[in-house]
């Protein structure tokens, strides 16, 4: 038992030590997140799914305390262990700090120094083990206590070190970067929000998304903290010249404001991994056009600070649409976990193939030439936004009162706008919806269907909508991978 307790203490400490070290270093690189991030590039799509509609925007937080877990539990059995053989011990904890070393070196933005939190872990892990089973006592109760207290001792050391790397860690916060931030006015202002466009019915998704309350789904386990004064643009490849923007150079330039609508290709019929929100930024049509991008190059390979490559049809961004490269949301500047200080939005694309934040390189290219994370990833190079509505009340298996009962949501198509929703109950005949006014075709819209005469018993509710070219969205439900999903969305409720 002793032995396994030296082995999670021993642990203990050279996590700590860890943390310290990558904050002196100010990198992310500790242990946890460096293996973290290996396991992330390496895992199954089924897996990512899975930890996705299980966990939602808190998959990480849950990766990172499994795998903390897991090295825990590791060396509490490496520590049982070394009792009985010490170099079964030593040579456990060596290679867990050089699996972690290992890591951190394959990480996109590594750099040299990016191993040494793993490496002084191992070590300290090895010295720790082993001064601690050097106290271990055999049988008298006094050699008990001086290794418990040593044991505590070793414990409380390893909390004041991760407190303290911690404390480092959070000097690289840009707080006071985000709130120098000046923003300019647009030449182009978001056309005012018509009347009737928020409908005042209770439970339906309001028509702006509070930045706080959007949806993230990105693979970084630490929230990139990239400044102002540190960001810069290269915009390269195939176009006939080359140019590279600094922060001040991009807010000089003339930006627009519009009101969109985003969605993660990873959100499930009746999903909520959409939000809506008005942006401010510089189309990337005037970035691009003016480096006259050569023909052929149907593809714009975005770079994040963190190594993240997403790839965007050329043409989506040079058609017109207000595609952007986006400083703020919402009247503030982009929060950290959103992308600040700049990132990248398109109308009617999914965000994979869109929406790279903390960006900093753009390479015009070709599909044939490269494929980006997730495209190698199995999901489709390709992504328009398919067309989408949800019920957002009443709630599943929630109880209504007999009579009118109030049913709605949003629906949404991207570059196509919503034309008509459609409701019926249990397969009985289609109702059309009152629809909100609308705004733009890039955002979504608010619907509200009464349900008169609702009889108690337990109800199926189903709902389809109409984009703005006629088209219905399809009954048949697929699964987000490879493109999205669709289908109508249903809730079965009880009223009575």
């Given at each position: 038992?002793l032995?396994?307790v030296?082995?999670?203490v021993?642990?203990l400490?050279?996590?700590g030590?860890?943390q310290?070290v990558s904050?002196?270093?100010e ?14 590039d390496r895992?199954?799509r089924w897996?990512k ?11 990480k937080?849950?990766?990172?305390a ?16 070394a009792?009985?053989?010490r170099?079964i011990?030593?040579?456990g ?16 933005t ?12 191992g070590?300290?892990?090895v010295?720790?083990l082993a ?7 055999v049988v008298h ?7 418990l207290?040593?044991?505590g ?8 070190a991760?407190?303290?790397g ?5 000097r690289?916060d840009?707080?006071a970067?985000?709130?120098a931030?000046?923003?300019p ?7 005012a ?13 309001g ?7 959007f ?6 386990l630490?929230?990139?903290q990239l400044?102002?004064?540190?960001w810069?643009?290269?915009?390269h ?15 000089a330039m003339p ?5 969109i609508t ?6 499930e ?8 929100a008005?942006w ?16 052929g ?16 049809p050329t043409a989506a961004?040079l ?5 952007m490269?986006v ?11 959103h992308?600040?200080?700049v ?9 994979y193939v869109?929406?790279c934040?903390?960006i900093t390189s ?8 490269y494929d ?15 067309t989408?509505?949800?019920?957002d009340t009443p ?16 629906a ?13 109950v249990?397969?009985g005949?289609w ?15 608010q619907w509200?269907?009464r349900w ?8 199926t ?5 109409t984009d703005g ?17 669709t289908g109508?969305h249903s ?6």
């Amino acid at each position: 038992m002793l032995g396994g307790v030296a082995g999670l203490v021993a642990a203990l400490l050279a996590l700590g030590v860890a943390q310290l070290v990558s904050g002196l270093l100010e990198r992310p690189s500790t242990p946890v997140v460096s293996v973290g991030g290996a396991f992330v590039d390496r895992t199954p799509r089924w897996l990512k799914e899975f930890a996705i509609r299980q966990f939602g925007q808190h998959d990480k937080q849950v990766l990172l305390a499994g795998v903390i877990t897991t090295v825990l539990l590791g060396a509490v059995v490496i520590g049982v262990l070394a009792a009985r053989r010490r170099w079964i011990g030593y040579a456990g904890v060596a290679a867990l700090g050089l699996v972690a070393a290992g890591a951190a070196a394959t990480r996109p933005t590594a750099t040299a120094v990016d191993v040494l939190p793993s490496l002084v872990a191992g070590a300290v892990g090895v010295a720790a083990l082993a001064l601690l089973l050097r106290s271990t006592p055999v049988v008298h109760s006094a050699g008990r206590r001086s290794f418990l207290v040593f044991a505590g001792g070793s414990a409380a050391a390893a909390g004041v070190a991760a407190l303290v790397g911690q404390r480092l860690t959070d000097r690289l916060d840009v707080g006071a970067s985000r709130r120098a931030v000046a923003l300019p006015k647009p030449v182009s202002p978001a056309p005012a929000l018509p009347a009737g466009a928020q409908l005042a019915v209770p439970g339906i998704t309001g028509f702006y998304t509070e930045p706080r309350d959007f949806y993230r789904v990105d693979t970084a386990l630490v929230v990139p903290q990239l400044s102002t004064d540190d960001w810069k643009l290269h915009i390269h490849g195939q176009v006939a010249e080359e140019r590279t923007l600094r922060w001040d150079d991009l807010l000089a330039m003339p930006m627009i404001e519009r009101d969109i609508t985003i969605s993660c290709v990873s959100n499930e019929v009746g999903g909520n991994l959409a939000g809506n929100a008005r942006w401010l930024g510089v189309p990337v049509k005037s970035l691009l056009q003016p480096l006259r991008p050569k023909t052929g190059a149907d593809q714009v390979v975005s770079r994040s600070v963190d190594g993240m490559t997403i790839g965007t049809p050329t043409a989506a961004l040079l058609d017109g649409r207000d595609a952007m490269l986006v400083v703020a949301m919402n009247g503030e500047p982009l929060r950290p976990e959103h992308g600040f200080p700049v990132r990248m939005v398109v109308p009617g694309l999914y965000g994979y193939v869109s929406a790279c934040k903390w960006i900093t390189s753009m390479e015009v290219t070709t599909f044939a030439a490269y494929d980006p994370y997730w495209v190698q990833r199995g999901w489709k190079e390709q992504a328009p936004i398919k067309t989408f509505s949800r019920i957002d009340t009443p709630k599943p298996l929630s109880t209504s009162t007999p009579g009118t009962v109030a049913v709605g949501g949003v629906a949404w198509a991207q570059e196509r706008g919503i034309s008509a929703v459609e409701v019926r109950v249990d397969e009985g005949p289609w109702q059309k919806a009152e629809l909100a006014a609308s705004n733009t075709k890039d955002t979504w819209r608010q619907w509200l269907w009464r349900w008169t005469g609702a009889t108690s018993g337990v109800h199926t509710l189903q709902v389809r909508a109409t984009d703005g070219t006629g088209a219905v969205q399809p009954e048949k439900r697929e699964a987000p991978f490879p493109s999205g999903a669709t289908g109508w969305h249903s809730v079965v409720v009880r009223v009575g």
